[in-house]
Each structure stands twice: as structure tokens, then as C-alpha cells.
């Protein structure tokens, strides 16, 4: 059977501000863990010591029935499975890649469960956030813009005044890798238009290579964060693939694919 897989791109915050980097994953081994009445068998894996991968099959011990129906013969029999087992029918994918600063999630209605699992595991307060991906509809949902983070290699968008004079500190000159700019924003009369049209030239620096990365966010009526990551507006992760004859994907294949578009 044809299907696909398209992974949502998330923001992932430690301890409130911090971008977790690859250390925090330690100690890692696959397990069991139970959170809002399903059960989850997780295998999670640091992938050349850069990516953090997260597989989990998942399933709820009920409902419950001790019957079966053949749907070829139309008779029953007894399901011989125990109520206290659960069918992990259900599968979800994650990629977690620090120097995107970018969570990958095959189901982003399954963040609350990462959060929780996240926070067990490593006794630190994981949040997800789904990051935007058009303008328009990221402007809508904002009343003011909290802060702007633009990315870019130093040959490009930095590449006077000071940015310029930053390649030769300390003699480092053109091996320097990035430079980053944020942007702090205070309390000001928020202009929808103005937000929208700046987001689009954005969007047309990225093309031209002037800029490696863009993060805008910013809060609604009610002062909750919305984030809109000018990568997942140019960029999604789809993946054609087939499950299996028990309607399954097959994991393996699935990392691959997700490391081969990440260039990793």
C-alpha cells in the first residue's frame, strides 16, 4: 500500500530558554513508559554523536473484548490476549538535529508524551513548540513580535562593519562558521502588514543565500509564544513509503531517509 510520512518541524526548549545540545541525551536504553493511558516501548539512539533519534510503538491496554471475529470465516473465538496487555499498533518518529536547532515529529499531537518522557528521562523540563510555517496565517495569531534570530555564514548578510572585523579575532579569519544576530524587541504598536511584508523579504534573502536562518516569535492576545522558523517555511520533510503487510512502517528505513535529507 502507497503512503507517506510528513514530519512536522518543531522548536525543542530545555529548562525554559536553553537549546538542548547532544550531551543531554545521555544514557540512554530502550524502555518502557506510560503517559495518559497508553503504553510506549521507546528505543532512542545518538547518531554520530550530533543526532538524537527517538522510535516508540505504542497502545492502550483497552478496550478490551474476549472475543475475535474471523472477517473471512464470520465465526468467533477467544481473544487470547490478557487485558493487562497492549497492541502497539501505533508508531511515532522523531529526529531531534541540535545544529538546525530543529525537532523532526512524525506527530506532533504526540508532544505532551515527548515532553513527559523527555522530562523522566533526563530530570530536566523539555517543551515543545510547533514552529509556523506560513506568514500570513503566523501573523494572524500574533499581537507583537517578542524577537528576531538571524543565522547567516560570514561571506554573506555580516560581512561589514563589525561582522566583518568578527573573522579576525583571535586570528581566526575565514574559519569562522557562523555569526548570529537576536534581536530583542519591546513593547511597541504591532503593524500586521509591516510583519508580513518583512517575513516575505526575508524569505527572499534565504533564496538568495543572504541569510542561513530567520526565527521570528511572537505572542497572542494571551501572551503565548508562537514561533515561525523561516527553514520550515521553505522546507518539508515528506517521506513516500510503504508499510508492511501489518500496516506498520519500518523504522530503519525511516531514519535513513529522515539522515539523508538532513545531509547527515
Known amino acids: ?9 518543531c522548536e525543542l526548549v530545555i529548562d525554559d530558554s536553553s537549546i538542548p545540545q547532544i550531551n543531554v541525551f545521555k544514557n540512554i ?6 503517559n495518559e493511558g497508553f503504553s510506549y516501548d521507546i528505543t532512542c539512539e545518538i547518531i554520530d554523536n550530533k543526532i538524537f533519534w527517538i522510535y516508540a510503538e505504542y497502545g492502550k491496554e483497552k478496550p478490551y473484548t474476549d472475543k475475535l471475529l474471523n472477517v473471512e470465516t ?16 501505533n508508531q511515532l518518529f522523531c529526529m531531534y538535529y541540535p545544529d538546525n536547532a530543529i525537532l523532526y515529529m512524525s506527530d506532533f499531537r504526540k508532544s505532551r508524551f515527548l515532553e513527559s518522557y523527555l522530562k523522566d528521562k533526563f530530570n530536566r523540563n523539555f517543551v515543545i513548540k510547533k514552529y509556523f510555517a506560513e506568514p500570513e496565517t503566523f501573523v494572524k495569531e500574533i499581537n507583537s513580535v517578542k524577537s528576531l534570530k538571524f543565522v547567516s555564514m560570514d561571506k554573506n548578510f555580516f560581512n561589514v562593519g563589525i561582522f566583518n572585523e568578527a573573522k579576525d579575532i583571535l586570528g581566526y579569519g575565514d574559519n569562522l562558521y557562523n555569526l548570529t544576530v537576536e534581536v530583542k524587541v519591546k513593547d511597541y504598536k504591532f503593524n500586521p502588514k509591516k510583519c508580513l511584508e518583512f517575513l516575505i523579504k526575508s524569505k527572499d534573502k534565504k533564496y538568495r543565500g543572504e541569510i542561513d536562518r530567520m526565527i521570528c516569535v511572537g505572542k497572542d492576545d494571551k501572551g503565548v509564544e508562537k514561533i515561525f522558523n523561516l527553514d520550515t517555511y521553505l522546507k518539508k520533510i515528506t517521506i513516500p513509503i510503504q508499510k508492511d503487510e501489518n500496516e506498520m512502517y519500518d523504522a530503519e528505513t525511516i531514519k535513513k531517509y529522515l539522515l539523508e535529507q538532513l545531509n547527515a
Not at 1 to 9: A, I, N, R, V, Y
Not at 75 to 81: H, P
Request: no cysteine; charged share 40%; hydrophobic share 20%.
Open 1 to 9: 500500500m502507497s503512503d507517506k510520512l510528513t514530519f512536522t518541524e
Open 29 to 34: 536504553q530502550k524502555e518502557i513508559h506510560k
Open 74 to 89: 464470520k465465526e468467533y473465538s477467544q481473544n487470547k490476549r490478557n487485558p493487562n496487555e497492549a497492541e502497539l499498533r
